[in-house]
């Protein structure tokens, strides 16, 4: 049995920076859980990536891994965008080198007929309630999700895409289609992340990894409407991630987030809209900066650090998108320590 402690994280660092009571700068890194680190690429040479997503025992080694190795003050649930379309009957691989492949992909809106609403989450609830178990007290877990659009884009696709060009053709040819294939899939992800909430995050984070290829007006009509559902449906402190966001600033203001998350595109310290809007800020030391020398990241680390203490009421530091699987651990480990001598107060 995974029996769940139910220990109150609002008092921990990280959720308290939600509220500008932090006492230093909380920090985590998008794809902490495995990638880079060496423990993690021995377990995948022994497991399926959807083995240690599906396997409670197996989720939580990967999603606690990263507390102990690089310091970090979160643990993020080890899983995918793409695991929520799983549950729902999409057919999805993981190819070497290629990406996520679907084998049945949505070409109309019926396609979703023979498809169920997610329900056997009895393996989500069990990973939750291991890692809460296993986390020290002082580190919150937080849970996440793919946008609608972003993981919409895969199962049109079939896949990862350039064009994006079967998205654009329904989205404009057939709209009526694709705001109702949008809704079905934002009623699908509040539900998902509350029955994360139930089992035991702290926190969520949203991630967009591909609203940011739309211009501001089409992002206000087919994207905005469903990020703000979430947002006002789940009640926890949440984050928003979206990529290449520097024409979205106004766009992601109005998201409803308590946070938001920042590709390498915006500058933090000279941003006028951001900061006149006072939301809560995290991220977004810029992911190529992890192959510098030391004395780059320190300086660069620094410089980002103090424009956040300047500008923003609440800060939770990260990167612009996720640890690529060639960075040295003990560059992160680095950025930690740099992280957390600095100075907030």
């Known amino acids: 049995m995974y029996m769940n402690k139910k220990i109150d994280k ?17 920090l985590w890194f998008m794809r902490q859980a495995g990638r880079s680190l060496p423990d993690y690429r021995a377990l995948k040479q022994k497991h399926t990536f959807w ?49 996520p492949q679907i084998s049945n992909p949505i070409k109309s809106i019926k396609d979703l007929d023979s498809l169920t609403p997610l329900n056997d989450t009895s393996f989500t609830a069990k990973a939750i309630a291991k890692i809460n178990n296993t986390l020290p007290e002082n580190i ?12 919409l884009t895969y199962l049109i696709e079939g896949g990862s895409s350039k064009s994006f ?12 289609e694709f705001h109702a294939i949008m809704q079905r899939m934002t009623n699908e992800t509040i539900n998902y992340l509350n029955i994360k909430k139930d ?10 990894t591909w609203g940011g290829i739309l211009r501001p007006k089409d992002f206000r ?30 766009e992601m203001i109005e998201a409803g987030s ?24 995290q991220g977004n030391l810029y992911s190529g900066l992890l192959y510098a020398d030391k004395k780059t990241i320190a300086n660069e680390v620094k410089n980002l650090l103090q424009a956040a203490k300047d500008n923003y009421p609440s800060y ?13 651990p003990e560059t992160i480990r680095f950025i930690v320590d740099e992280v957390k001598s600095f100075d907030w107060r």
Do not use: W
């Open 140 to 151: 919150p877990l937080i849970g996440f999700a793919g946008s609608p659009f972003t993981v």
């Open 316 to 328: 939770i530091f990260n990167l612009s998108h996720g640890i690529n699987p060639d960075v040295n």
């Open 221 to 250: 009509q087919f994207v905005l409407p469903y990020v703000q559902q979430i947002f006002e449906a789940v009640n926890l402190p949440s984050i928003y991630y979206l990529k290449n966001c520097a024409h979205l600033i106004d």
């Open 51 to 99: 083995e240690m997503v599906l396997d409670p025992d197996l989720c939580c080694e990967v999603t606690v891994m990263p507390i102990n190795q690089l310091g970090v003050d979160a643990a993020i649930f080890f899983s995918d965008i793409l695991t929520l379309p799983y549950g729902m009957g999409f057919k999805i691989d993981f190819e070497k080198g290629i990406g």
């Open 258 to 281: 308590d946070m938001l998350s920042l590709g390498e595109t915006i500058d933090i310290a000279t941003n006028k809209t951001l900061i006149k809007s006072q939301k809560g800020v």
């Open 165 to 176: 060009s079967k998205v654009m053709e329904m989205m404009y040819a057939r709209s009526d």
């Open 199 to 208: 089992a035991g995050i702290a926190a969520f984070q949203l991630f967009d």
């Open 10 to 26: 609002s008092n921990t660092l990280l959720i308290k920076a939600f509220t500008g009571q932090a006492s230093r700068v909380p």
